[in-house]
């Protein structure tokens, strides 16, 4: 699976954006999906992630009721809305593919995801 992220750029704290990946490949409806980001000078944290098909999520602490993820799987694109952004949001943000079930709860471990797209940046000014 190869992954492209996008839309990525400058927003003003309290502001929103819409990542998008785009996954190549035509097994994209069995991975869960991640979003991870990193910031500088930090390590890469998880973001949020979302089951193969679509039904369950899972959010960091950090954004939790701010962000969502989602995917459509027609068009092999999994999205992160960003609403009430916060300079501490800004990071480069990564998507990633994991082969493992739902069940086997890897969906916010680094390591549990095999295939990674190039990141995107985000800024939030305050």
């Known amino acids: 699976v190869q992954l492209q992220a996008s839309g990525g750029g400058l927003v003003q704290a309290g502001g929103s954006l819409r990542l998008s990946c785009a996954a190549s490949?035509?097994?994209?409806?069995?991975?869960?999906m991640g979003w991870f980001r990193q910031a500088p000078g930090k390590e890469r944290e998880f973001v949020a992630a979302?089951?193969?098909?679509?039904?369950?999520?899972y959010y960091a602490d950090s954004v939790k009721g701010r962000f969502t993820i989602s995917r459509d799987n027609a068009r092999n694109t999994v999205y992160l809305q960003m609403n009430s952004m916060k300079p501490e949001d800004t990071a480069v943000y990564y998507c990633?593919?994991?082969?493992?079930?739902?069940?086997?709860?890897?969906?916010?471990?680094?390591?549990?995801?095999?295939?990674w797209g190039q990141g995107t940046q985000v800024t939030v000014s305050s």
């Open positions: 490949g035509r097994t994209f409806s069995n991975y869960v």
């Open positions: 990633a593919a994991n082969p493992s079930p739902w069940y086997a709860r890897q969906y916010n471990l680094q390591n549990g995801y095999d295939y």
């Open positions: 979302i089951s193969a098909g679509g039904s369950l999520t």
